[in-house]
């Protein structure tokens, strides 16, 4: 019961900070956010996809809707904004950038959640290559 809880709060607590997140590129306005994405060297309408999924993926997280998908996605854009933007600042960060760490934690838990998500869990059981033993 413990280990259904603490993975629903997980779940929860992952969704909410990608939803604010993807507000928070609304109300910057998309326009100002795919100016940011052009002016690091990404196509602008990426901008436009990666706040739709944050929103509706976020909501998907803390409702417990599709969330293998879900946390696929959302980790793929992680990989992205790790990659494309925070890599060269390091892990912690440097001269006043932010670093990756925490990008990096946000990237291990979707993957978490997609991997280990069992009926009991609100979801459908994942493939049983990727099920933990003894659970």
């Given amino acids: 019961m413990r280990?259904?809880?603490a993975f629903v709060v997980l779940r929860m607590v992952t969704g909410l900070i990608f939803f604010a997140h993807g507000l928070q590129k609304l109300q910057k306005g998309l326009g100002?956010?795919?100016?940011?994405f052009g002016s690091v060297g990404l196509p602008t309408w990426l901008a436009y996809l990666v706040t739709l999924a944050e929103v509706l993926g976020g909501m998907a997280l803390v409702i417990g809707l599709a969330v293998r998908p879900a946390s696929l996605l959302l980790a793929v854009i992680m990989v992205g904004a790790i990659v494309t933007v925070k890599w060269s600042n390091g892990l912690i960060g440097a001269n006043g950038a932010g670093g990756y760490e925490l990008d990096l934690i946000l990237l291990a838990v979707t993957m978490y959640l997609a991997v280990t998500q069992r009926e009991d869990q609100g979801g459908k059981p994942c493939d049983p290559r990727f099920r933990l033993k003894n659970r």
């Fill in 3 to 5: 280990e259904k809880a």
């Fill in 32 to 36: 100002v956010v795919a100016e940011w």
